[in-house]
Structures are given as structure tokens and as C-alpha cells.
DNA sequence: GCCGATGATGTCAGTCGCTGACATCATGGA
DNA sequence: TCCATGATGTCAGCGACTGACATCATCGGC
């Protein structure tokens, strides 16, 4: 087993700070793999084992979130709505942003200056969608329920997210109930 | 439905179409661009002056269906609520697919088959919401309502086309309804 | 009917993302 | 001590994509 992650390796990390380093010193397309990989003293070939593409490296925090979500979304009681469910999911996850926001911020700035990345962004939340609908559907929740209230969930997650980001450092939690109540009510609203 | 042009000419026509068969025929990675500019009769060097990229070639009917769901936004009554506006929108957008079940079926089985390509999809997906919110922001909703609101309506949508196209041939226009009805009572039931 | 402008296409060369195959080297356990 | 293992380096190569320039067809003006 032993990945000990002592200083001189941790060759991730290096990879994941030269590449963020580089992309905002030089932008995105101006930076070459080999050149994020020279910085962190490593070959073109090395990073691409330890990240599946040039994107990838900006992205690596996705699993744990998931997990995280769809972790509660399990743990949630039997008889909880499926939105209910879902929402537990959403809150659960608040906290892992705690002390990340100038962090947040920069990531979100480099992922927002290039489509490419954008597009691997909408790609991992659909993703993360996907994995909730399979939550409630072992649930018991059926098509299209099941897909509707993850898809809802990860509405409420990007708003809540696009608001924490754009304001000053702070919780996140309280974006998350706001941006579920202002949900409800738009549904509702349509009576 | 073949309206495969004529032979003279419509070079990105016959490009979509050689993409397609090759792409059923070989898979997606087994096809280069090179061997669809081929089949089409032309270059890769004009493959690209037609497509931004070799996913792009299954994509091109996307701003149409933007316009045309955006336009019914902006032509709802002022005084629609968000959700009701957006909804206008979608079912505006219904008539698009008569006609077109197996086209669209083949299509999503190719789509299906590469992450590639569902990266893009979900990419133009993302695009259309925006698209909405900017809508609805220009008829003054606020974010994160506008942004809500559209999320909400493209999640409508993806369940609709998903029921849809796994269904034997038939109207778009009542799974739309069906699935707003969902997700309306979804978000009810969380009270 | 000729002629030059315009736009679409072909050709060529090159960069970069990404992969397979094989060599090297450090580490740790038998 | 030795060798199994995993991480890294090296090398060759494919395919996506781009810039630059040449060619060619078409068409309006003369």
C-alpha cells in the first residue's frame, strides 16, 4: 500500500499546483502538458498516469463530493420525499467548502475562462445527477421522478454554488436553504 | 425521411450523414475525421471549416432549437411566472421532433455509446439554460431565480426527451406535459 | 464573351493531446 | 542478498486541429 504523501513526492499535488499555477500565469491553451509536468519536475507520460486528460487536473476533488452526496441521500430515512432525499444530499456537502472560498474563486475564474472546461464541469454534475437518480431509484422513486428531483437537487447546487462564489467568504449552508426555498416557491408559483 | 441532398454540393450535409454511418458502422473512436471527410468525398482541412471539431458533426441542429425555445420565452406574457414561461418554451420546442423518432433514436444510441459525446451534449444542454436565464433575466427575474428557473426547465426536458425517445414513435407534446406535472408535484411534495 | 473578385476547397507542414511498449530505478519483503 | 513490484523515464507514433498558401469554380461588371 504505502502512498505516503511525504514532501519531495506527492507528484499529484505538484502536477495539480503547476498546472493551476500556470494556467493562471499564462491561460489555458498556452500552457502545454509537457510545460506542467516540467514545472513539477515530472514527464508528459507521468502526468498523464495520474490524470486521464489535460482537463482532469482541475477536477480531481469530484469523487469525494459525490460520494458525499449520494452517501446522504442513502442515509436518508425510507419515507423522505424524494426532493427531501435529495436535499439531504445537497446539504451534506456544504461543509467540505468551509475555508475554500479564495481557493474556490480561482478554480471557478481558470474553469470559466475556457469552454473546454466548462464543458468537463457540466459534465462531472451530470455525472454527479446521474449518480443521485441511481440513489432514489434503489430507493423505490421511478422515471422520471427520480431523474427530475436530481436534476432539481443539482440545480440547487450550481445556484447556491454560482452565489457563494460571487459574494464574500462565508458559509455556504445558508445559500443552500436559500436557493431550495426560492426553488420551491418558482414551482409553486406556476399554480 | 432519406432528403439526402443531391449530388451536387451541400458539403456539410453530406458530411453530417457519413459521420453518422461510419460512426454505427465502426463506433466512434474507430472512425477518424480523415475517413469521414473521405466518404463524404472532400478533406479533413473542410471537415473543419464546417465543424469546429469531430463531435460538433452530431451537434448541428442546436442553435435552431435554442432559437426557437428562447423565442417563445420572450413571447410570453409579461406578467408569466418564471416556471410558466420557461415552460412555453419547452412545449414550443415539441413540434421540432415530429417525425423524427428514429432519427433521434439512432442519434442518442450513438451519443450513448462515447462519454466524448455526452460531454458534449450535456455541454449544449448547459448552453441552451443559459440562454433561458438570460431570458428571464431580460424580463426582469433576478438570479438565482432566473437561473433556477431554467435549470428547472432543461431538467423538464431531458426527462421528456428520455421518455420519449425509449418509447415507441409518438408526440413529444404529452411527455412534456407529463413531466412538468412530475416535477411540479415533486417540489410540492417537500412541504 | 472576357475578367477580376469572392468564396469554397485542396495541399502541406506543424503543434499538441494522448497512448502503447519497453527500459530503468527505487523500495521493501522473502 | 535478491527479486517482485510499482512508479517513472524514454521513445515512437496516431489522430485532432490550425495556419498559410495555392487552386479553382462561380458570378457580376465590363
Known amino acids: ?23 493562471v500565469e499564462r491561460g489555458y491553451d498556452q500552457t502545454t502538458v509537457a510545460d506542467i509536468a516540467m514545472r513539477a519536475g515530472l514527464t508528459e507520460r507521468t502526468f498523464f498516469r495520474h490524470f486521464a486528460d489535460k482537463r482532469e487536473v482541475l477536477f480531481y476533488g469530484g469523487p469525494v463530493l459525490q460520494d458525499r452526496m449520494v452517501g446522504a441521500v442513502e442515509a436518508a430515512p425510507p419515507e423522505a420525499a424524494p426532493l427531501t432525499a435529495v436535499a439531504a444530499g445537497v446539504t451534506a456537502v456544504a461543509p467540505m467548502f468551509a475555508g475554500r472560498h479564495a481557493a474556490a474563486r480561482l478554480r471557478q475564474s481558470i474553469i470559466d475562462s475556457h469552454p473546454e472546461l466548462q464543458e468537463r464541469e457540466v459534465a462531472k454534475l451530470a455525472h454527479l445527477a446521474e449518480a443521485l437518480a441511481d440513489a432514489l431509484r434503489a430507493r423505490g422513486v421511478p422515471d422520471p421522478a427520480a ?45
Open 1 to 23: 500500500m504505502g502512498a505516503m504523501s511525504r514532501w519531495p513526492s506527492n507528484p499529484r499535488g505538484r502536477l495539480e499546483q503547476a498546472a493551476m499555477d500556470l494556467f
Open 147 to 191: 431523474r427530475l428531483a436530481a436534476d432539481s437537487g443539482i440545480a440547487v447546487f450550481r445556484a447556491a454554488f454560482a452565489q457563494w462564489v460571487t459574494s464574500p467568504a462565508g458559509d455556504m449552508r445558508p445559500r443552500i436553504d436559500e436557493c431550495f426555498d426560492e426553488f420551491v416557491k418558482i414551482a409553486e408559483a406556476v399554480r
